[in-house]
């Protein structure tokens, strides 16, 4: 039989991701990352995961879909106004993307409320902490929750009626707002039927009630109830009719004409205060908000009866994540772990002599952030170092590194900080560190215009005396996947290489010089980066790998990422797998590959891990004819990274080091069976099961071998509740006929024959 796939529809000539679109060989990205919020939703389903984590997961998916339209669908209604015939790879028009959007994002919404409503809360009442909705005050409650308005709420509280003098307000982005229906006349004789009443933020979101008169250990009130109880009280001598919670939406992608701006600072604080009133995407209300209100508030936004979401609860449940962090119940909440020390750094402590001996590796947040920390004070007040030049992409507001860096800069030393102000929604933080550093005499850079610095690099310059007693100048780095970012560093994996060799230091020396100064890019050394030959050298890689499979050698890939986009990158991995190439792919969240088609990509498999950590590695593995070419890298396969972003793949060189980057990052997330999901060519995932007596959970491994105080013992109970857990899952997923996650592609999708399910 004829493969429908011949290699010059595969490889025809493109340039970056210009190719024809065609259904068939890709997925939709926006589908996709509604598949990947499925999968984070599908943790706090699992009875094995502890209550209040599972709360945490509910909230997450919140903020992943406050996100997913401040971004994502505002750039499909622009896309409609702007190009609307315009397709994107997957051969899906803004149009048809934004109804498919529509349709799964509802779904996941009413599922992600019926979860809470009928599963979450009643458990938690049942541990003693409960979220007490209105429904639920008995005479105290209501007395305790009248006196909290009056004292605390009515005062900061600015009701609104609407007439020809007081128009509908400006609603912020995702801010709390009430609409209120009444009737009557007031002191001036008139008759508005409607008023709005806003929530100032600062307002808390989550009080808490005294226990003697909730009768629970742990009990609270969201805003939202106690405001919806008393604001009929603002309206004296009026008939209340309704009072019904609402929230907007906003575009809050940011615009900055690149041709046009001087100074990229002054023109992106010229935005950001203008974020709060993009377009409006997505209006969400209460489920009991009558018709005629709903209709009204559509008109008023300009938005279709698709972009509304009726829910049963509270209209923003981002705010019930601060529940988890303010109850202290160790036994509803993950088994605390110290992340542990490389060995390297514990038998010489000073870190210059340590590095000097060879490269020492760190897997977060397995093992301690701590480190990178201490590397910098130790630079910062080591006489004998001259310079150090850092990246920064997100630190957040307070950071103990930038006060370093500051402490360095005072006490004369070279400081270089290459700051994204672009880093989409740390952009205020950024300026604000990017003044402070200025201030005290630091170099701060911004990047490229148009080319956000997304590589995490870190650079000391330290004069030494040689062997011969000659002094010169040494160079040390530390090249990591993840953010100079403390708290990440406990909730993503990632891994940090500090290293002292010398053509690595050369080529990150030079990078910074790309960045700083002006002038060619020369060749490097080891380091892969982008704009200029990171694509161009997987691309290569990838190649290599299927030219060996003709030759009938062995061949393996094996790649791990957060997404997977890039179409030509994508048709290279096809046609390796046509070569007969084993690809194993570890994509978090995004991947437009359709992996196990026959004639196509029946070589290729690919993965999602979802699980306590927020799995964010980069890592790169050809098996190059048994030289195991192996990289970690700050890039996801995807146009912006390799074409948009200056971006870094470190390739690890040293013998242990490398097979502990291919174990712990690779072949031990391939092998794991209970908290992985196989991703089938229509874009379904289906979560995977053991088979037999043997039971894989990767994060929880690492935990038990790279931390202090998370033991074997914790990691074979987990393991015994998870099997437990999941034969009650699968027979409740057997009763209500559910076998597999919503699909990434289309509806109806692409019917492969013989496709893995």
Same mark, same amino acid.
């Not at 999602?608 to 190059?624: K, Q």
């Given at each position: 039989m004829k493969n429908p796939y011949p290699l010059e529809l595969i490889l025809r000539p493109v340039v970056h991701n210009d190719v024809a679109p065609n259904r068939e060989l890709y997925l939709n990205r926006e589908l996709a990352l509604l598949a990947f919020n499925q999968r984070v939703l599908a943790m706090a389903e699992d009875p094995q995961v502890p209550l209040l984590e599972r709360l945490r997961y509910l909230c997450i998916v919140s903020s992943n879909l406050d996100e997913f339209f401040e971004i994502r669908v505002s750039g499909l209604h622009e896309q409609i106004r702007q190009n609307p015939e315009f397709m994107e790879i997957d051969g899906l028009t803004a149009s048809e993307t934004l109804n498919r959007v529509s349709e799964l994002a509802q779904d996941l919404v009413s599922k992600q409320y019926r979860l809470l409503n009928r599963e979450v809360l009643p458990a938690l009442r049942d541990q003693g902490i409960t979220v007490l909705m209105m429904a639920m005050w008995d005479e105290e409650m209501t007395h305790w929750a009248k006196q909290y308005f009056k004292n605390e709420v009515l005062p900061v509280l600015t009701p609104i009626g609407l007439d020809p003098a007081h128009p509908f307000p400006r609603v912020l982005n995702k801010s709390l707002n009430f609409a209120v229906e009444l009737s009557g006349k007031d002191a001036f004789n008139r008759s508005s039927t409607v008023a709005i009443v806003q929530a100032p933020r600062a307002l808390p979101r989550l009080i808490r009630m005294p226990s003697h008169i909730s009768k629970y250990e742990h009990s609270y009130v969201m805003l939202t109830s106690i405001m919806q109880a008393f604001i009929p009280d603002l309206f004296p001598g009026m008939e209340v009719h309704g009072v019904y919670q609402f929230r907007v939406t906003r575009n809050s992608d940011l615009y900055v004409d690149e041709e046009e701006i001087t100074n990229l600072r002054t023109a992106l604080q010229g935005e950001l205060s203008q974020r709060h009133y993009g377009d409006a995407v997505r209006l969400e209300v209460s489920d009991h908000t009558s018709p005629e209100m709903t209709e009204r508030l559509l008109n008023e936004f300009g938005l279709s009866e698709e972009a509304l979401y009726r829910v049963n609860g509270p209209v923003n449940l981002v705010r019930l994540m601060q529940l988890p962090d303010s109850i202290d119940r160790p036994d509803l909440k993950f088994t605390a772990y110290v992340p542990g020390l490389p060995a390297e750094f514990q038998k010489t402590p000073d870190m210059f002599k340590a590095l000097q001996k060879g490269d020492v590796l760190l897997h977060h947040p397995y093992q301690s952030f701590n480190p990178v920390l201490e590397f910098i004070k130790r630079a910062a007040v080591d006489p004998d170092v001259m310079a150090i030049k850092q990246t920064i992409y997100r630190t957040g507001n307070d950071s103990v590194l930038m006060d370093t860096l500051m402490a360095a800069a005072r006490s004369g030393k070279e400081v270089?900080?290459?700051?994204?102000?672009?880093?989409?929604?740390?952009?205020?933080?950024?300026?604000?560190?990017?003044?402070?550093?200025?201030?005290?005499?630091?170099?701060?850079?911004? %990047? !490229?215009? /148009?080319?956000?610095?997304?590589?995490?690099?870190?650079? $000391? =310059?330290? @004069?030494?005396k040689g062997e011969d007693g000659k002094s010169r100048m040494r160079r040390y780095v530390h090249l990591g996947t993840g953010n100079y970012h403390p708290k990440t560093a406990r909730l993503y994996t990632d891994f940090g290489l500090f290293s002292a060799d010398e053509a690595l230091g050369s080529d990150v020396h030079e990078i910074f010089n790309h960045l700083t100064g002006l002038g060619r890019a020369r060749k490097l050394h080891k380091v892969w980066n982008s704009p200029f030959n990171l694509h161009g050298n997987v691309v290569d890689a990838v190649r290599r790998e299927a030219e060996l499979a003709r030759q009938g050698k062995k061949t393996r890939i094996m790649a791990r990422m957060n997404s997977l986009l890039e179409a030509k990158l994508i048709n290279e991995l096809y046609a390796a797998s046509q070569a007969g190439v084993k690809i194993d792919l570890i994509v978090r969240g995004v991947c437009a590959l359709r992996p %196990? !088609?026959? /004639?196509?990509?029946?070589?290729?498999?690919?993965?999602? $891990? =979802?699980? @306590?950590?927020?799995?964010?590695?980069?890592?790169?593995?050809?098996?190059?004819?048994?030289?195991?070419?192996?990289?970690?890298?700050?890039?996801?396969?995807?146009?912006?990274?390799?074409?948009?972003?200056?971006?870094?793949?470190?390739p690890i060189t040293d013998r242990k080091l490398k097979k502990r980057v291919i174990d712990e990052g690779l072949k031990l997330l391939l092998s794991d069976n209970l908290s992985s999901w196989a991703m089938d060519s229509n874009g379904h995932y289906t979560r995977r099961k053991p088979s037999g007596n043997r039971r894989v959970n990767a994060q929880y491994q690492l935990l038990s071998t790279l931390t202090l105080g998370f033991t074997e013992e914790h990691y074979g109970k987990i393991l015994d509740d998870t099997a437990h857990a999941n034969a009650e899952v699968e027979k409740l997923d057997v009763e209500a006929g559910l076998t597999a996650l919503p699909a990434a592609g289309l509806k109806d999708g692409v019917d492969f024959q013989n496709s893995a399910e």
């Open positions: 270089t900080v290459v700051l994204e102000l672009m880093a989409r929604f740390d952009e205020e933080a950024n300026i604000n560190w990017a003044s402070k550093l200025e201030r005290i005499g630091a170099h701060v850079i911004y %990047g !490229v215009v /148009g080319q956000k610095t997304h590589a995490k690099m870190l650079m $000391v =310059v330290r @004069r030494e %196990g !088609v026959p /004639g196509l990509s029946e070589n290729i498999q690919v993965r999602s $891990v =979802v699980g @306590r950590m927020l799995e964010h590695s980069r890592v790169f593995y050809f098996l190059a004819d048994g030289a195991e070419d192996t990289y970690i890298s700050s890039a996801d396969w995807m146009d912006r990274n390799f074409f948009r972003r200056v971006e870094l793949a470190v």
